[in-house]
């Protein structure tokens, strides 16, 4: 009888390696097709939500679909960086294994908030807010100070489609091949040609911007100790925000300002310019930091439609200027009306301080 279930186990395990490999097999054959079933699926997603009338049950299904979604395209997106790269070192698999971690709480946190919040009330949802917000914190603070990370980017923002993802793998063998020819100097920051250089497509100045493409995209920006400062405020943001509600309510100016302070500081903090001296030079952020930077400057505008400024001051106005649109602009009121019903469900949603 043992024998008969290794046996049946065994040819299950070589079915199920066989299905893994066709599959891995059609996702990096067939990347365009991957990335039209990922679109169609979040179309899906905005569709039913437009169309429904009960706002909250759809806003609980779109998070299915969109967190679905999500998954599907991480996983696919994995599927094709694995394959072209893998690391045999026990450091750099922890981390990626923290930056996965990290990046399926990010997109999964919205989710698991509304669906505490429809089967325990309140409570279940608040308790589930502040495990997710201090698995989030533990995570980040492990990257930036053991394993030196930088300025970490949304994992939201960094799902990327599959056929940006295949241009990037097949040009990467080039990038790595041009970034052997440039040295950088430790201590100066110069970049000069090796002798290897002699047929390289880079130009011919050393300092030329392909280089410098080419070395920033390799190269995470190490952060001086301030600005490590900085990026940890920027982690612990949504704990000192859900700490500051148990403390002070939810009706508080106190958590929503303690959270816009911290934000600022962040901001201050990772403030960087090129700055050169005759002993030392100090080289910008990478151009996906830079990127990663503005998005969190520009969502400091979000603060407006953050409980309780929004409560008690942007959501009023706001909702009275889409009515007065609704009523006085023609055919306006068919994209105005159901967009003032959603609001009030999206700002319950997605516009709290501890989401990024």
């Not at 946190?109 to 997710?132: K, L, M, N, Y």
């Not at 008690?312 to 994209?335: C, E, H, Q, W």
Request: charged share 20%; hydrophobic share 40%; with cysteine.
């Amino acid at each position: 009888m043992s024998n008969l279930f290794k046996l049946g186990s065994a040819k299950f395990q070589r079915k199920l390696e066989e299905l893994k490999s066709a599959y891995v097999t059609f996702v990096t054959g067939n990347p365009a097709l991957i990335e039209q079933v990922e679109k169609s699926l979040k179309a899906s997603s905005y569709l039913f939500e437009a169309l429904s009338k009960n706002y909250e049950t759809s806003i609980f299904i779109a998070e299915i679909v969109s967190f679905s979604c999500n998954l599907f395209a991480y996983a696919n997106s994995h599927l094709l960086n694995t394959k072209k790269f893998f690391s045999n070192s026990e450091a750099n698999n922890l981390a990626e294994k923290i930056k996965q971690t990290l990046t399926v709480v990010e997109f999964s946190q919205a989710f698991v908030e509304i669906t505490a919040s429809r089967v325990g009330g309140p409570g279940a949802r608040w308790a589930v807010i502040t495990i997710i917000c201090l698995i989030k914190v533990l995570l980040r603070c492990i990257l930036l100070f053991l394993f030196d990370s930088g300025i970490q980017t949304s994992s939201l923002c960094s799902l990327t489609n599959t056929s940006t993802l295949m241009a990037k793998l097949s040009s990467t063998d080039q990038a790595a091949e041009e970034s052997e020819i440039i040295y950088v100097g430790r201590r100066s920051g110069h970049k000069m040609r090796t002798l290897a250089s002699s047929t390289s497509r880079l130009g011919d100045v050393p300092g030329s911007g392909s280089s410098t493409s080419v070395l920033s995209a390799l190269h995470t920006t190490r952060l001086t100790g301030s600005e490590k400062i900085g990026e940890c405020l920027h982690a612990i943001r949504p704990l000192v925000h859900v700490m500051a509600v148990g403390v002070f309510g939810t009706k508080s100016f106190i958590p929503w300002l303690s959270a816009l302070v911290t934000d600022s500081s962040s901001h201050v903090l990772l403030q960087r310019t090129i700055q050169s001296t005759s002993s030392k030079k100090r080289l910008s952020y990478n151009p996906e930091e830079t990127r990663e930077l503005q998005r969190r400057y520009a969502n400091l505008m979000l603060y407006l439609l953050r409980s309780p400024v929004y409560d008690k001051f942007t959501g009023p106005k706001l909702l009275k200027t889409l009515n007065f649109l609704s009523d006085n602009v023609p055919l306006a009121r068919y994209i105005l009306e159901p967009f003032s019903k959603y609001l009030p469900e999206w700002q319950k949603v997605y516009f709290y301080d501890w989401i990024d």
